[in-house]
């Protein structure tokens, strides 16, 4: 059994930020593979379906981003999945719109989410996939970039990531190893 955990705030005014990417990307990716996220449990929602034999959970806490761990924790325990096989598919302001890098370890690099998921988990040993927003200009904050949604000119480069990052996460279900991610997403 595999997890995959997508990151965001709740509430229609974040719906579609750019610290929404996570939802965004696993909503896309359960959509392709007919599974109802709508399943409310432990601070989250989630739905489960087979692919390919595996069974595979896609969540989206209910917390705030900054309690994130909150949810996918308990939800680890209750499911008993391992720590392996779970992903984690959040916002990266630090690559450009419409680049995703995928990862298998390391520290939160200033994401509150993932801090999160660090604390309540008790290591940083889990896989994410990364998907890039870019950086904020000099006439923004970054509490107000985050915020606020991909640009007209950013909606379609954005679509692409998330595609992209949707096919990572197949190939991740379907067992392709994280270098192997790394050599053909990143």
């Known amino acids: 059994m595999k997890m995959i955990v997508g990151l965001g705030n709740i509430g229609p005014q974040y719906d579609r930020t750019r610290h929404n990417t996570g939802f965004m990307v696993v909503e896309q990716f359960a959509q392709s593979h007919d599974i109802n996220i ?4 432990m601070n989250a929602k989630y739905g489960s379906g087979f692919i390919n034999s595996e069974k595979v959970i896609v969540v989206e806490p209910t917390t705030f981003m900054n309690d994130s761990g909150i949810a996918v924790k308990p ?19 630090d690559l450009p719109v419409g680049k995703i890098r995928v990862k298998d370890k390391g520290s939160a690099g200033g994401h509150n989410g993932i801090k999160s998921i660090i604390a309540n988990l008790g290591t940083e040993n889990f896989t994410r996939v990364r998907v890039g927003t870019g950086h904020p200009d000099k006439s923004n904050s970054v509490v107000n970039y985050v915020l606020g949604r991909f640009s007209k000119d950013q909606v379609p480069v954005f679509k692409q990531a998330a595609d992209h990052a949707v096919n990572a996460l197949d190939d991740w279900v379907d067992g392709l190893s994280i270098s192997e991610l790394e050599n053909r997403y990143n």
Do not use: A, G, W
């Open 75 to 93: 939800l680890m325990d209750y499911f008993d999945i391992p720590v392996e096989n779970v992903v984690i598919v959040h916002d990266d302001m």
């Open 38 to 41: 709508k399943t409310r449990k």
